[in-house]
């Protein structure tokens, strides 16, 4: 014992042989005890595994004290860890009481930020533990649990463990064992399956249609899956979801990072010179355009309002806190762009659109001959839009009283023809059981005139969805002209009494009375209504023969009759 005493040294391992090393070298160490009988003699816990006899032990007790063992090492090395970790010299020997973190650039105080930072000990950097851990999540699968520091040092295993946590760390081993047989399990349901390469030959396309080639070609076939069973679209190798079409893990998880347009998430830089709501707006001329009128305000949580300027502010489109539509969602009109890649506005039954987009919905109004009303309904919910934002007030309420003189045309037009006690108005089983305004919007056509802007009849419904069929039927807008605005009719046509709302036309090609008024431009009767994809004109007969029984314009050319219920009034009469 008095050569130990004289030999010892405060950073070395002495036995009580006289064997001494640096503790640091921990293998020698771990030769000397294993072969020592001098060192188990003075041990405390030499004995204590002595007295557990592991020689006499069964199998099941072999196990468990395995088990034991390996707790208790890991318990040691973690102790060792924190140990390192509050004996940092780096932190004491900063001479301005700062160090700054390697990946972030972050300064962090040596004293009072001790527990937010990192000493790595195989490369002396100084990491804060949020970078460290966002480096652990993101390597140990990519790069096979060889997690390196920015330097390219590789980190210890008992770092990563560490700083991932034991469940963690478990969950991430598991998955690179089951990578490593080619079993992959989806991030999404957990289902597990066995991953097939893509088609190299296969032409992949972007979200920009743009040809996907080189490197990001093979890292597509090599990595992209999609899951059999939720069919996400998802990476095998950083487990992004959805796949980063068109980047590798490495371009991507750079891109993620790069200051993106709020826009167009296109890489861009902050224009500090701006308001805070539009420093992250790229150049493009597109994104400056949207910006001059998107809403500038911060809400109550923190993220910037989608809205438009000037206007009451949308509820939050954030992912995190929005609850029906968010931000990446597709306008449910224009399906080409999310919600946050222009300013939107909100109806009152809850629903978000792109301004622009229902903007121009409003102005177009509907695309064929035929007044139809869905322009002015939502196009989730199907009802009819209300939208408190000044500049749609005339657009919505032109549509409104457009809407009102249809309806009361065509109940009038239904009570005259006598249509009120149609079958279907009074079975209880059918869609229009006492609903006269639903049934008669249902099976009359209107269109607008091109020269008084006005509402008139022009037919049947199923007659205009023949013409719908027929690709030989043109439909021009300046055709559409109302019998107030026809040039076909004069001034002895128009009946005194009713106007000129039942004038009655002879069918266009042949001698017989119009029983059916077309796309707002022609007059047939019913035999050249059922032909109307072959119809050909045919000659008048000739006085005396002639059905109609009275001068008229050769077949081919539009002719008024005079009015309908005038006439019919003069055969009640008789």
């Known amino acids: 014992m008095q050569q130990f ?74 102790m060792l860890m924190i140990y390192s970790q509050q004996q940092q010299p780096m932190l004491q020997k900063a001479p301005s009481q700062t160090v700054l973190c390697e990946k972030c650039k972050k300064q962090f105080e040596a004293n009072s930020d001790f527990d937010k930072v990192w000493y790595l000990e195989n490369c002396s950097h100084i990491i804060c533990k949020i970078c460290m851990l966002n480096i652990c999540k993101e390597d140990f699968l990519t790069k096979k649990s060889n997690v390196t520091c920015v330097c390219g040092e590789r980190f210890k295993d008992e770092e990563v463990k560490q700083i991932l946590g034991r469940d963690l760390y478990e969950q991430l081993t598991e998955k690179l064992n089951l990578s490593l047989q080619n079993i992959i ?45 939720c069919h996400t679209e998802q990476c095998k190798n950083c487990m992004s ?13 750079i891109n993620k990072a790069a200051v993106k347009c709020r826009l167009c998430e296109q890489p861009t830089e902050i224009q500090k010179n701006q308001p805070e709501a ?16 998107l809403c500038t305000l911060k809400l109550a949580c923190g993220h910037f309002c989608q809205g438009l300027k000037n206007t009451p502010c949308l509820p939050c489109l ?37 301004e622009d987009c229902l903007r121009q919905k409003l102005e177009a109004k509907w695309n064929g001959p035929r007044i139809v009303f869905n322009f002015m309904k939502c196009p989730l919910c199907n009802k009819f839009l209300d939208i408190q934002v000044p500049h749609f007030k005339k657009s919505i309420e032109q549509g409104q009283i457009l809407l009102k003189e249809v309806q009361e045309m065509c109940l009038q037009r239904l009570k005259l023809e006598e249509k009120e006690k149609d079958k279907e108005l009074l079975d209880p089983t059918h869609q229009f059981f006492q609903k006269p305004l639903d049934y008669a919007m249902h099976i009359y056509c209107y269109y607008l005139c091109f020269k008084c802007k006005k509402p008139y009849f022009g037919g049947l419904k199923n007659c ?111």
């Open 241 to 253: 979801i959805p796949y980063h079409t068109n980047m590798t893990c490495e371009e991507y998880k």
């Open 185 to 229: 399990e989806c991030c999404h349901c957990k289902e597990r399956f066995c991953f097939q390469k893509g088609n190299i030959e296969e032409k992949i396309q972007d979200q920009n249609g743009k040809l996907v080639q080189g490197e990001q070609l093979k890292h597509y076939i090599e990595n992209r899956f999609k899951c059999s069973k």
């Open 318 to 354: 954030n992912e995190k806190c929005a609850k029906d539509q968010n931000e990446d969602d597709y306008c449910n009109i224009c399906f080409t762009e999310g919600l946050k890649s222009q300013p939107c506005v909100q109806t009152t039954c809850g629903h978000i659109f792109h």
């Open 464 to 574: 205009q969805q023949a013409a719908d069929q027929d690709p030989k039927v043109e439909f021009k807008q300046e055709d559409l002209v109302c019998t107030k605005c026809c040039p076909l009719l004069t001034l002895e046509d128009k009946c005194n009494k009713h106007g000129v709302d039942y004038i009655d036309f002879k069918c266009r090609h042949c001698c017989s009375i119009a029983l059916w008024w077309c796309h707002g431009t022609t007059h047939y009767c019913d035999p050249c209504h059922r032909n109307i994809k072959t119809n050909m004109t045919k000659p008048c007969p000739g006085p005396g023969k002639c059905p109609l029984g009275i001068p008229h314009k050769p077949n081919g050319e539009e002719m008024s009759l005079g009015c309908s219920l005038c006439r019919a009034e003069r055969l009640k009469a008789k």
């Open 278 to 293: 539009l420093q992250k707006i790229c150049s493009q001329q597109e994104c400056q355009n949207r910006a001059k009128n």
């Open 5 to 78: 005493q004289q030999i010892q040294e405060p950073d070395c391992f002495v036995c009580a042989c006289g064997f001494f090393c640096q503790y640091i070298k921990e293998k020698e160490m771990e030769q000397h005890i294993d072969s020592c009988p001098v060192y188990s003699a003075y041990s405390e816990f030499m004995k204590y595994i002595e007295r557990k006899d592991i020689q006499n032990a069964n199998e099941d007790q072999l196990r468990i004290m395995k088990a034991e063992a390996k707790v208790y090492v890991s318990r040691l090395e973690m």
